[in-house]
């Protein structure tokens, strides 16, 4: 639901209901309906506002997902990281290539790994 998810985003950052809502300019009672899943159905302008107090995406916030499933926790990105991310699928890196990527990177920590090792942890 979205107002869990923009609860423990909340808590995440350290703000209060108060700060939220102040940083979001929204009023503190509809942010608490929203979180109180009360408001279900928040136009996408309050949402934006809310996302962008967050420094998180509306789309993370519309996202659905089984809420009884445990989730994985929450890694955040900075800002270089994003634009990593963004450079790459702009450039035309598709997932299939990340992927690539990542069996790349974890197959030389497994030789450097070797490496050190063979080396008497000397490089």
Same mark, same amino acid.
């Given at each position: 639901m979205i107002g869990n998810r923009v609860r423990n985003e909340r808590k995440l950052k350290g703000y209060s209901i108060t700060e939220l809502?102040? %940083?979001a300019g929204v009023s503190k009672s509809?942010?608490?309906y929203i979180e109180r899943n009360l408001q279900q159905n928040p136009s996408? %302008?309050?949402?934006?506002?809310?996302a962008a107090a967050l420094d998180t995406s509306i789309d993370y916030l519309l996202e659905e997902r089984i809420e009884e499933q445990p989730a994985e926790p929450a890694i955040i990105l900075d800002k270089e990281w994003e634009g990593l991310f963004r450079k790459a699928v702009n450039e035309g890196m598709s997932k299939e290539d990340f992927r690539d990527l990542l069996e790349y990177v974890k197959f030389k920590n497994w030789l450097d790994e070797k490496e050190n090792i063979s080396s008497g942890g000397e490089k």
């Open positions: 809502a102040r %940083q509809y942010l608490s996408l %302008q309050i949402l934006s506002k809310i």
